[in-house]
């Protein structure tokens, strides 16, 4: 069986972010207790993997899996003057500033995933936002992510 949260924590420690897997209250934890942010940090979580068997002939031969993976920031990546993401700062502010940049390195760290893993094939991706999130106040761009696993 392929250790699917080894995978997404090697790529996101190739891409230099900091990694989280679990529910969203295990996460904060992680990133409020044994974490203090730098300016222009990443974070890429990964939250509990969905999976469902495709069985022919009584033997598993792949698994449909799902799950979401965060990707964000609390500071811009200008790291000289970088803004602290606040609550007062606009949706427009926050897209501006962080949230425009974290969906291309979403979409970035997607493909190297699965263009990276031959035993992943990559169905559907569905990105979305999260503002203001965990006691750090992180904006966060989810990618939903639908793929199969192959279990040969």
Sequence with gaps: MIDLVEIFENYACAAEYEFAYGR???QNWELTANKTFQSGETVLLL???IESANIDNSQIFSWNA??????GRKFDV???SGTY??????ERQKYDRRLKDLRDDLATFVKSVF???SDLELVNLRILREINQFDENLDFVVG???FIADDS
């Excluded at 799902?66 to 990707?71: D, G, H, K, R, Y």
């Excluded at 993401?85 to 606009?90: C, I, V």
């Design 24 to 26: 969203k209250d295990i």
């Design 47 to 49: 939250f509990p993997i």
């Design 66 to 71: 799902a799950t979401q993976i965060w990707l």
């Design 78 to 80: 200008d790291i000289g």
């Design 85 to 90: 993401s606040q609550l007062d700062e606009t």
């Design 115 to 117: 263009c990276g893993e």
């Design 144 to 146: 939903e992510l639908n």
